[in-house]
């Protein structure tokens, strides 16, 4: 498909100064607009959530990305629920203004020349955070190469280390042609470790990269910071040497074997990234912990996600806060002054919300819901540690509960990786169970194609947010926060996020994990059945418990508060008062592994 009437159409190329930008954070994706398919899912919209903050909060920061031309995939599933893919084309010329400026950077052994867009994400009070999209489908290259910026997630490994190098090694020749020298880079996941050797190479030139000494090492390392977004060892990028060789060159992979970045003898995108970065984090404490006990040769701190609020918060309900409490938009501290709103005006708020929500299910499946009925949401990737089928390892008990709590709606979503097979297979598992429930008190809808606009709508309208990760693998997570935002408490695995933002009872509910999934949905049940039910037939106590979400989680799962947390630990930390990592704590617990 092709998109429809960009909102930004028709920009003006007036050039813009980044001179005197102090913070240059690289993303592989990043979630702009609802439009624009540069990005695939939570890493993504953090990103755009991080640099909606940074506008909104006047950060002097700029970024870089790539431009994805046909971008990450539309989601079709037919009736027994088989995913098939089709391309979301895009063009930038059409949409963004140029950056006006090309580089031109060896790679693959020959030279590949760069130009780029640029998007501006614009604050709540009008400054701005250019943002850099790489783009390399330019006439002159190699025909090959034209492709390079073109699928986010595709191709091979050749291809996606292509894409690294791209982003790493343009990323910085980029912001350098501009004129701007950040003091610090932030590489948002491994993904943009390679800024590191452009760091280098822009340091010694015109010198040859030989030239670098441990000291120059050192000067890039005190520049840069690292976030790892995930312990599952497929998210971190591993490349043989052969291809280091191939795509990077002689030069570069000397640097990086004479200054001890390669792992085990594969160039690994997390261990150049801890390598050259002074200040590395995970994204919430669980997540730190089990970092650091992955890298124990590095200090691994935390600084836990949030969402934007402006971005995820519903149209009735900004509405609401703008009347009540105005000043949450630029500091959402506000948030728990939500306290001096009645429960009853919340939970009327939310009402809007969820008829929305049923309307836009009927209108994509002819599915009726009933707005009286408890409504459960479960989003997200398919990826098999997210565990999607958890809720229906008994479709039996299911019905049992939803008999007797006056009936229950799952409202479903996610797209597969389109070479992820058991992902597709659990999308058609799930299809089977919804596919059995006619006349039944509990209604199974899977929605078809994931994404922003979708998400918002879920995590609006839904009554409560499901999730049941495999503990430790869901590093943060972060559609629970846009669900809080918006008064909807969690029944969730107490894994990232949810270690920290849980009040049992008032913000939600914990499941304990075991060993065994089937203790572990059977929890899940019990809570359901026992707990989230009887709050929510207490109709004051349910109002309640939505104003504590927005009061209590609300007020600390914002990217406005993480980011003050990034500038005050990562970015520009006082030189006295070092962050504490969490070496010491693990340190301390030797023989408990939190990782098993
Ligand atoms: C928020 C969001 C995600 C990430 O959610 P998790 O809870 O971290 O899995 C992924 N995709 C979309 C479309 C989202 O809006």
């Known amino acids: 498909m092709s998109l429809k009437s960009p909102a930004f159409a028709g920009t003006q190329s007036t050039p813009f100064d980044i001179t005197d930008r102090k913070i240059a954070y690289f993303s592989m994706e990043i979630a702009l607009s609802k439009t624009l398919p540069t990005y695939s899912g939570g890493l993504g919209m953090l990103a755009g959530d991080t640099l909606r903050s940074a506008a909104d909060t006047g950060l002097s920061m700029v970024a870089i990305s790539l431009v994805h031309r046909r971008g990450y995939f539309e989601q079709h599933l037919d009736h027994s629920g088989q995913q098939t893919e089709s391309e979301v084309r895009w063009s930038p010329e059409t949409t963004l203004p140029s950056a006006g400026q090309t580089v031109t950077l060896t790679m693959q052994g020959r030279e590949i020349t760069l130009c780029a867009w640029r998007f501006d994400v614009v604050g709540v009070s009008g400054h701005i955070v250019p943002v850099f999209l790489l783009d390399s489908d330019l006439e002159g290259n190699d025909p090959w190469d034209r492709r390079l910026t073109d699928h986010l997630y595709g191709g091979d490994t050749y291809y996606r280390l292509c894409q690294e190098a791209i982003l790493g090694l343009g990323g910085i020749h980029l912001l350098r042609a501009l004129g701007c020298v950040p003091e610090v880079c932030h590489m948002n996941e491994g993904h943009a470790a390679l800024l590191s050797i452009g760091l280098l190479e822009a340091r010694v030139a015109p010198a040859p990269l030989s030239n670098a000494t441990e000291a120059d090492a050192e000067a890039v390392k005190q520049q840069c910071i690292f976030t790892t977004h995930t312990p599952v060892p497929a998210g971190h990028d591993k490349f043989g040497l052969d291809q280091m060789m191939q795509v990077l060159g002689a030069d570069r992979s000397a640097a990086i074997e004479r200054f001890g970045a390669l792992h085990n003898d594969l160039l690994n995108m997390t261990y150049i990234a801890l390598r050259f970065s002074r200040y590395v984090n995970g994204v919430s404490m669980l997540h730190g912990k089990v970092s650091q006990q992955m890298f124990p040769e590095y200090p691994v701190h935390s600084i836990t996600n949030g969402v934007h609020a402006a ?132 209604s199974i809808v899977y929605l078809e194609n994931y994404d922003w606009e979708l998400g918002e709508q879920l995590t609006n309208g839904v009554d409560v947010w499901l999730n049941t990760p495999l503990r430790p693998y869901e590093a ?121």
């Open 311 to 442: 971005t995820w918060i519903s149209q009735p309900f900004q509405d609401l806060l703008d009347k009540e409490i105005p000043a949450w938009r630029c500091d959402n501290q506000y948030f728990r002054s939500v306290y001096g709103i009645e429960p009853e005006v919340i939970e009327a708020t939310h009402q809007i919300s969820k008829h929305r929500l049923l309307h836009t299910v009927q209108q994509r499946t002819g599915v009726l819901l009933d707005p009286k009925v408890l409504t459960l949401g479960f989003a997200r990737r398919v990826a098999t540690y997210k565990r999607a089928s958890l809720v229906l390892q008994s479709p039996q008990r299911l019905i049992e509960i939803a008999e007797r709590i006056g009936g229950l709606q799952i409202l479903m979503a996610g797209k597969s990786h389109p070479a992820d097979n058991a992902g597709k297979g659990l999308i058609r598992d799930i299809f089977a169970v919804a596919s059995q429930l006619t006349n039944s008190p509990l």
């Open 476 to 596: 943060s997570g972060t559609s629970g926060m846009k669900a809080a935002l918006n008064g909807v408490p969690s029944l969730s695995v107490l894994d990232g996020w949810w270690v920290e933002g849980c009040a049992e009872n008032i913000t939600g509910w914990a499941i304990e994990n075991c060993e065994d999934e089937a203790i572990e949905a059977e929890r899940v049940y019990d809570k359901l059945e026992n707990c989230v039910a009887p709050a929510f037939a207490d109709k004051p106590r349910w109002a309640r418990l939505r104003r504590h979400c927005i009061a209590i989680n609300g007020a600390f799962f914002n990217t406005h508060r993480m980011l003050g947390q990034y500038v005050a630990n990562a970015y520009f930390p006082p030189s006295v008062a070092k962050a504490v990592s969490n070496q010491a704590i693990v340190d301390d617990q030797t023989e408990q592994t939190i990782l098993a």
